[in-house]
Each structure stands twice: as structure tokens, then as C-alpha cells.
């Protein structure tokens, strides 16, 4: 007596191996795909041309002696320029934080009467921070890493080996 193929334990093994195959495939392209990682950089070749752009702002900093000290405390951030003469009128400050992009900020400071910048978070600014300080003409960088907050005053200086 002939039986019916779908009636075969083994005819089920075959077709759920594959199939089990396919449902896990598509599985794999959902998760990778929904959301994507945002530190992947698509064109390479951009990104080393403005890598060499930011080492050239980096070193220009270097060469102008420009230097800072930065402190944060109860939510209020105090940059003062240390060992130069010069006043800015604007300074750039760009906050990035090392892993999730969407907690990176930039604020624009301008000098209270002592020559320094200050700025009042409304919330804790907490953990490590990569942080860049520029002027309003943006021809100089400092680049540096930092951990937050910081109660005593610390040095931000242009490191060209940092400046990526």
C-alpha cells in the first residue's frame, strides 16, 4: 500500500530545514536593518580628508598657543583661556558623546566680563565626553576627551594626535 508523501516524517525534515533557513535569514535582515549602526561610516575617503582637515586645525591651535581650562560643577560649565592674551568673542563648544549620537550637543558661548564662558545646563551633563572647543571663525580646534563633571579646573590643550 502506497502512502502519501506528506504523510513521511522524513519528507517534513527536508522541507523544514530550508524553510527554517529562510525564516531566519529574514529574521537576521530585520535586526540588522532596523536600526542601523550610526558609527559606520559610508565614504572613507571623506571622512580621512576631514581627519587631515581637523589634524591642520588641531595643529594651528598648537601653534598659536591656545590653551583652556574647563570646568563643570552643579550644572554650570566655565571655560577660561589660560597663557594667551587674546579675546574671543564666540567660542564653539561641541559635546559628543563617544557611542550614542543622539546625546551630542553644541552651544555657542560668549565671555562674561572676566574674559570667561559660561553656560547653565538645566540638566546633569554626566559620563565621557569628546569634546572640541573652536572659534566663530573655526580656523583653530582643540580636541580632547574628557570625564564629567569635573570640579576642579582642567586643561584643554591641542594634541594633534587626539584630533580625531
Known amino acids: 500500500m502506497k502512502t502519501s508523501w506528506y504523510r513521511e516524517p522524513w519528507a517534513w525534515l527536508v522541507f523544514i530545514l530550508p524553510f527554517t533557513a529562510v525564516v531566519a535569514g529574514i529574521a537576521t535582515y530585520i535586526i540588522a536593518n532596523h536600526e542601523p549602526d550610526t558609527l559606520v561610516v559610508g565614504d572613507y575617503y571623506k571622512k580621512g580628508k576631514s581627519i587631515n582637515l581637523e589634524v591642520s586645525k588641531v595643529k594651528m591651535a598648537q601653534k598659536l598657543g591656545m590653551r583652556f581650562a574647563l570646568k563643570l560643577d552643579n550644572n554650570e560649565l566655565v571655560i577660561k583661556p589660560t597663557g594667551i592674551e587674546k ?10 558623546h563617544p557611542t550614542l549620537a543622539e546625546k551630542d550637543f553644541y552651544i555657542a558661548l560668549t565671555p562674561d566680563g572676566n574674559g570667561h564662558f559660561r553656560h547653565q545646563f538645566d540638566h546633569a551633563v554626566t559620563g565621557k565626553w569628546k569634546i572640541t572647543i573652536s572659534p566663530f571663525e573655526d580656523h583653530w580646534k582643540i580636541h580632547n576627551a574628557i570625564g564629567l563633571p569635573q570640579k576642579d579646573f582642567i586643561d584643554l590643550i591641542p594634541d594633534p594626535t587626539k584630533a580625531q
Do not use: R
Open 87 to 96: 579675546t574671543f568673542p564666540l567660542l564653539n563648544v561641541n559635546f559628543f
